[in-house]
């Protein structure tokens, strides 16, 4: 039985007087796809943001893929290559290509040759469907192709979970289809993730958990249908009536 | 004598040009070595003080802003008098040539290094999100990802600032530096015929004409297709 890759404990964020977050415990087990719901305001982004210590937490402990993320001694640098991140606004460099994008960290970080590095570059931009668009700068690309690249810088690093950070709110509806189908195909792979979004038809048909947070805490948790379909807290059922009428 | 006859025996007066032809080329040297070395260590130590700046350490950065601030409001001759008459009181002397490059050396650094400071922060917080999220340290992400954006905005400010300031060379004329303005006024006083500033003139237009124009080139190299 393997341990969880993501295990965060007791997890404490207070920004200023703001208490952003209070007390999360959240465990991701290997190849599971957890959805990450709430109001905004209520933590989703910065319980994301603690786990690759993007955000310092104020107490508690996260530990990825057996690393003590928090831990002094760990060598964060190393410790991120194995947490890929996808942000609302994909967060591309504007004056690389995507191939640049996608082998910067390939190179700086997992000491690749350029030419080791080109090649696994290019193998991610494939697995994204994007290999067309390896020489194009990120000004010349849709926001979901720039998304997808994004997806792809994370991916070419081989992590162990990847976190999306509202990986489609940033992107015209029709664009959206390109990003989830991406996200579908790296769920199949096995690929362990975590999902801040509001995507309820994709949290439906491909999240093994859904997890509701409001004001900085974990209402409640369970299988997706369970949430949508029969939710225990009242606080869930208004945001879940509250979004299903768009 | 025709009006235009009068303005170029006054003004364009070929013997008096010929004759001083030689003084106002060992002037455009002595400009040329002197800009040189304002812009390669002024914008050094600007680039410098502002990748410290970045840092993020208290102190240091009052520092940095007192020394820049002081820098910036204080006048180029100000500096230059103060290094020249006043550091032989504390025992150090500074030749002319030398006091006009340590001023606007110094003042260029002030200025370039808000310029940088301001292309460094003006790059999005995401970039750097970004690039730290795949591991990179805070210098690669500095290096790779956030100076090419920075330096891509500083461009503009930076050659404006920087020949305005390397034109400020010809205050040197006031502690005896040989550059071109020096040369071609102390020429002038000696033929009673403002012509040798008028070459003087001419030698800034070619001195600096081709700067502005590679300034631009390097603009639009520097921009990455949108």
């Not at chain 1, 964060?76 to 960290?105: C, D, E, K, W």
């Not at chain 2, 032809?21 to 040189?36: M, R």
Request: hydrophobic share 50%.
């Amino acid at each position: 039985m393997n341990g969880p890759i993501v295990d965060a404990r007791g997890l404490h964020k207070h920004f200023g007087a703001l208490h952003v977050l209070k007390g999360v415990d959240l465990r991701v087990a290997e190849r599971e796809l957890v959805f990450v719901i709430g109001p905004s305001g209520s933590g989703k982004s910065t319980l994301l943001r603690c786990l690759n210590r993007l955000e310092e937490p104020s107490s508690g402990s996260v530990v990825v893929d057996g690393i003590d993320m928090l831990d002094p001694r760990t060598d964060i640098n190393h410790a991120r290559q194995r947490i890929g991140m996808v942000f609302q606004s994909f967060n591309l460099y504007p004056h690389m290509t995507a191939l640049g994008n996608v082998t910067l960290a390939l190179r700086k970080v997992a000491g690749k040759s350029r030419a080791q590095a080109e090649a696994l570059g290019r193998a991610a931009l494939e697995r994204v469907g994007l290999a067309d668009r390896a020489e194009h700068t990120p000004g010349q690309l849709s926001g979901g192709q720039q998304q997808r690249v994004a997806i792809a810088r994370s991916i070419a690093l081989e992590p162990r979970v990847m976190l999306f950070d509202e990986p489609t709110s940033a992107l015209d509806p029709e664009l959206v289809g390109s990003v989830l189908e991406v996200m579908r195909s790296l769920r199949e792979s096995g690929m362990t993730m975590l999902v801040v979004s509001h995507e309820m038809g994709f949290a439906r048909n491909a999240a093994d958990r859904v997890v509701f947070m409001d004001e900085g805490a974990i209402v409640e948790e369970g299988p997706p249908a369970a949430i949508f379909e029969t939710p225990a807290h009242e606080r869930t059922r208004a945001f879940i009536s509250q979004i299903q009428r768009h | 004598m025709s009006s235009w006859g009068r303005f170029a025996e006054t003004f364009l007066n070929t013997k008096v040009m010929l004759k001083y032809l030689p003084d106002i080329l060992s002037g455009v040297v002595v400009t040329i070595e002197l800009a040189l070395l304002i812009v390669v260590t002024g914008i050094g130590a600007g680039l410098t003080l502002a990748l410290l700046r970045s840092l993020g350490v208290r102190p240091l950065n009052w520092l940095i802003i007192v020394i820049v601030d002081l820098f910036r409001s204080l006048p180029p001759l100000v500096v230059i008098v103060l290094i020249y008459f006043g550091l032989p009181s504390v025992n150090i002397s500074a030749s002319g040539f030398v006091s006009t490059w340590l001023s606007l050396a110094f003042v260029l650094m002030a200025f370039s290094e808000e310029i940088f400071w301001a292309g460094i922060t003006s790059v999005a917080k995401g970039q750097w999100e970004a690039a730290r999220s795949t591991g990179l340290s805070f210098g690669q992400t500095l290096m790779n990802v956030v100076l090419p954006q920075a330096f891509r905005l500083t461009i503009p400010p930076l050659t404006n600032r920087t020949i305005a300031i390397t034109k400020g060379t010809a205050l040197g004329t006031v502690v005896a530096v040989t550059e071109i303005l020096g040369q071609a006024s102390s020429a002038m006083s000696n033929s009673y015929n403002p012509s040798p500033l008028m070459m003087g003139a001419a030698a800034y237009l070619v001195l600096f004409f081709p700067v502005v124009v590679a300034a631009r080139w390097v603009e639009t190299r520097f921009a990455w297709k949108r």
